[in-house]
């Protein structure tokens, strides 16, 4: 799906600082909590909580959040629309990436299950996974 320069350069420039409260209040609001959220982060992102912590002092932008970021392989399984735009079909990297994080969280604040959210596959390889089902990167094995 086609988004706009401006949309697209809009979400690039947005802080994860000013984006995170509202992540956090409606994954709250819903009974999820503050370590599903991060454990959800991690899993998109490979930040850890003192990663994150840093991201959010820093004031990154999702250009800059991202770019540190180690997407996790398994982030193409996320589907379905979110703000209006079909995230498997989202042509900007950027913006995708980014509407993929908007769709976990809103999977998180739905009360769907965290192995659902984490697409973890039945038959995951051994050691490729933390004890939390995090994604350790090859450069970490």
């Known amino acids: 799906m086609k988004t706009t320069t401006e949309h697209d350069e809009r979400i690039a420039n947005m802080t994860f600082a000013s984006v995170y409260p509202h992540y956090l209040t409606k994954v709250e609001k819903k009974g999820r909590t503050k370590e599903e959220l991060h454990q959800v982060i991690k899993w998109l992102t490979g930040f850890n909580e003192k990663q994150l912590q840093e991201v959010i002092d820093e004031k990154l932008t999702f250009a800059e959040f991202f770019s540190r970021a180690r997407l996790n392989p398994n982030a193409s399984l996320i589907t379905g629309v979110i703000c ?15 509407r993929y994080l908007d769709k976990l969280v809103d999977e998180l604040a739905k009360g769907r299950k965290m192995e659902k959210i984490l697409r973890i596959a039945k038959n995951k390889q051994p050691g490729k996974y ?3 089902n995090s994604f350790i990167g090859p450069s970490l094995l």
Do not use: A, C, D, F
């Open 130 to 132: 933390e004890k939390n």
């Open 84 to 98: 209006g735009y079909r995230v498997e079909e989202i042509e900007n990297p950027l913006t995708q990436q980014t």
